[in-house]
């Protein structure tokens, strides 16, 4: 599917939704501003979009169509036999959480960022842009005057978006927290072990993509126009604080996982410890049983007339003392 909007360089709305053959014809015009947004579009439009109309490099089509592993930023400056003007290309993570999974998806987006136009490419529906269209379509500030405003938009929807993510996450570690003290099973550890992994695997898409943005806050790109810089560097700080915030949610799941196994050891200790108990306690019981089930003949007690009873009482006494005496000991 492709959506298009095209707006004035005051930021208003001057067309939606264009014929896709008029599309060079408005690259042609400086006080307009072209956002063709691709989302899961097939071949024939990612080829027409991306090939006939911005003759963008094929190597940057190319990431853009393959899925990238990790978040890029790359200048093109086109040389004199290349019919594509200067744009920077940039692949960026979203991330959504499910507690009910408990696996962070991942969402890529692309952009294309020129001068005057501005081009994603993404599979699904993706909440960043959705809301950054809402924003250019109906704000009344007007964000839409130049292609990087809008990107920042776009950058800036998506870092917010993770923090609703790690919200979830907060949750979800502090559930397996009161079951790693209160009912600490194999389940809670392998709970534990799933939702570090997720936490490292969102370290891993974070950490790209503040060296990502640290090149657009350090001002890098002479696309990005400097009184943006700071807006850009805004983001970045953001993106920094939920890196921070990712790195004390490793650090608590490492801790609640050696609370887990401080657990575990403990109730491990304590049925040691009742086992021990019972075999001490009846250790007077089985020694008498034991000697005087030899039934020997030369044994006198066995036809003494009270040596059933003697038996009996000796049992019982050692038993008892045995008992008062760890109990004096507080052993139990």
Not at 78 to 85: A, D, I, Q, S
Not at 177 to 200: D, F, S, W, Y
Request: aromatic residues 12%; contains cysteine.
């Amino acid at each position: 599917m492709i959506r298009s909007l095209v707006f004035t360089t005051q930021g208003r709305l001057h067309s939606k939704n264009i014929e896709m053959f008029l599309m060079p014809t408005l690259l042609t015009d400086t006080n307009l501003f072209l956002w063709v947004d691709l989302e899961s579009p097939t071949p024939e439009e990612t080829k027409f979009v991306l090939e006939d109309v911005f003759h963008f490099h094929p190597l940057s089509i190319e990431d853009c169509v393959m899925v990238s592993p990790s978040p890029k930023v790359e200048e093109y400056t086109p040389k004199e036999e290349e019919r594509y003007t200067p744009y920077l290309f940039i692949v960026i993570h979203a991330v959504d959480y499910s507690r009910k999974d408990g696996v962070f998806a991942t969402n890529e987006l692309n952009f294309f960022l020129g001068k005057n136009f501005l081009v994603t490419f993404h599979e699904g529906p993706n909440r960043g842009v959705n809301l950054a269209e809402e924003q250019a379509v109906k704000s009344n500030v007007h964000i839409a005057r130049a292609p990087d405003r809008v990107a920042y938009n776009l950058l800036d929807s998506i870092v917010e978006n993770y923090k609703p993510a790690l919200d979830e996450l907060s949750l979800e570690i502090a559930d397996l927290e009161q079951q790693a003290l209160q009912t600490p099973t194999k389940g809670t550890l392998n709970r534990i072990l799933q939702v570090k992994k997720e936490v490292m695997n969102l370290r891993q898409i974070i950490g790209p993509q503040r060296e990502v943005l640290a090149r657009f806050a350090r001002g890098e790109f002479k696309l990005i126009r400097a009184h943006m810089v700071p807006y850009y560097r805004d983001v970045y700080d953001g993106l920094f604080q939920i890196s921070e915030l990712a790195q004390s949610y490793t650090d608590s799941l490492t801790g609640i996982l050696q609370v887990y196994l401080n657990m575990s050891s403990n109730q491990t200790g304590e049925v040691v410890k009742l086992l021990t108990m019972i075999t001490v306690i009846t250790t007077p019981l089985m020694m008498v049983g034991t000697w005087y089930g030899m039934n020997f003949e030369s044994m006198p007690e066995v036809k003494w007339q009270h040596g059933y009873l003697v038996a009996g009482v000796v049992t019982v006494l050692s038993t008892a003392a045995t008992y008062w005496y760890f109990r004096r000991r507080k052993w139990f």
